[in-house]
C-alpha cells in the first residue's frame, strides 16, 4: 500500500535553532499537506504544496513531485513551534482521503 | 469564518455503551472526512462523505461503526457497543469541494475514553 514516511521521529531544539524535517511518500500524489498538531490536538494546516515552493513567515516548504518527496523548514524556532508535525497525501481516487505519516515530534527549548 | 467544529470534545463511555459524535464542517463544504487518531499516531481514514452521499466507508474498522450526513452538511459518527480498542480522537475535515485538489481543514477532535 501507499505508506508516507517522515523524518526524523523526534527533534530537540534551542529557541532559535533551524530545523527541516522531511516526508518521503511511496507513490504519486495529487496534493500534498503539512499540519502542526498543536498541544491541544489541533491539526493545523501550514501548507498545501504538490510541487513547488512555498513560504509563510519563518516556515517554508518545497515538494519535488518526481522524486516523491517535501521538505518543511522551520527558522528561527520559537517554543510555540513544539508539537508534531504531520505530513500527508492524497492519492486522489473516488476517495480523496488524505494518507497520514508518522510524524515528527518536535520539541523546542527555550 | 467559522472552522469546522465538533462535538462533545470528550466523551468517556463503559465498554458496551454507543456514542454518537458530530460534525459541523465548514459551511457550504461538500466534501466530509472522518479520521481516527490512535495515541502517538498519525490519523487514519474512516469514511468520506461527498455531499450527503458516503461514497468510501474502506476504513470503518467494524460493523459496528455507522456514519451518516443526510441532508449534506452535519454528519454523525455513531460507534455501537462500544470497546477499549475504540478508544481515540475522532477528526472531522471538509473541503470546499469534491475533487483531489483542495485543501482539507480539520476540527479539534473528539477524544472517546472507553472503559
Known amino acids: 500500500g501507499i505508506q508516507v514516511e517522515q523524518s526524523p521521529p523526534d527533534l530537540i531544539l534551542q529557541e532559535g535553532a533551524n530545523s527541516t524535517l522531511r516526508c518521503n511518500f511511496s507513490?504519486?500524489?495529487?496534493?500534498l499537506q503539512w499540519f502542526h498538531q498543536n498541544p491541544w490536538g489541533q491539526l493545523i494546516n501550514l501548507f498545501y504544496?504538490?510541487?513547488g515552493t512555498k513560504q509563510n513567515g519563518r516556515l517554508s516548504a518545497t515538494t519535488v513531485a518526481t522524486e516523491r518527496y517535501s521538505l518543511l523548514y522551520i527558522s528561527s524556532s520559537q517554543t510555540t513551534d513544539s508539537g508534531v508535525y504531520f505530513c500527508a497525501g492524497n492519492y486522489g481516487g473516488a476517495t480523496n482521503k488524505l494518507i497520514f505519516g508518522t510524524g515528527t515530534l518536535l520539541a523546542v527549548q527555550p | 469564518g467559522a472552522g469546522v467544529s465538533q462535538s462533545p470534545r470528550y466523551k468517556v463511555a463503559k465498554r458496551g455503551q454507543d456514542v454518537a459524535l458530530r460534525c459541523d464542517p465548514i459551511?457550504?463544504?461538500?466534501?466530509l472526512f472522518w479520521y481516527q487518531q490512535a495515541l502517538g499516531q498519525g490519523p487514519e481514514f474512516l469514511t468520506y462523505f461527498q455531499n450527503e452521499a458516503q461514497l468510501d466507508k474502506s476504513g470503518l474498522p467494524s460493523d459496528r461503526f455507522f456514519a451518516e450526513r443526510p441532508e449534506g452538511s452535519v454528519s454523525t459518527l455513531k460507534i455501537q457497543r462500544t470497546q477499549q480498542e475504540d478508544s481515540a480522537v475522532y477528526l472531522c475535515a471538509s473541503s470546499p469541494t469534491r475533487t483531489a485538489f483542495d485543501t482539507q481543514y480539520f476540527g479539534p477532535g473528539t477524544r472517546l475514553t472507553v472503559l
Open positions: 459551511s457550504g463544504h461538500v466534501s
Open positions: 507513490d504519486s500524489v495529487n496534493n
Open positions: 504544496i504538490p510541487s
